[in-house]
């Protein structure tokens, strides 16, 4: 892994930290540009998110 990405890993921490959830999973399927997000707390719900490189929280 490049230190660029190892940066931009490390940025999300703090968020990820803020989650209420015990566990969290991500998964992005490059293909069909899907970020499938996962999270655990008691039971299992997941999450979708469609053409994710074109959208930013903010």
Same mark, same amino acid.
């Given at each position: 892994m490049e230190a660029v990405e190892v940066r931009k890993a490390l940025n999300l921490v703090p968020a990820l930290l803020d989650v209420l959830y015990s566990g969290i999973?991500?998964?992005y399927d490059r293909e069909d540009d899907d970020l $499938? $997000? @996962?999270y655990e707390n008691g039971s299992v719900v997941g999450s979708a998110?469609?053409?994710?490189? @074109?959208g930013r929280a903010g």
């Open positions: 999973w991500t998964v $499938i $997000i @996962r998110v469609l053409n994710a490189s @074109r």
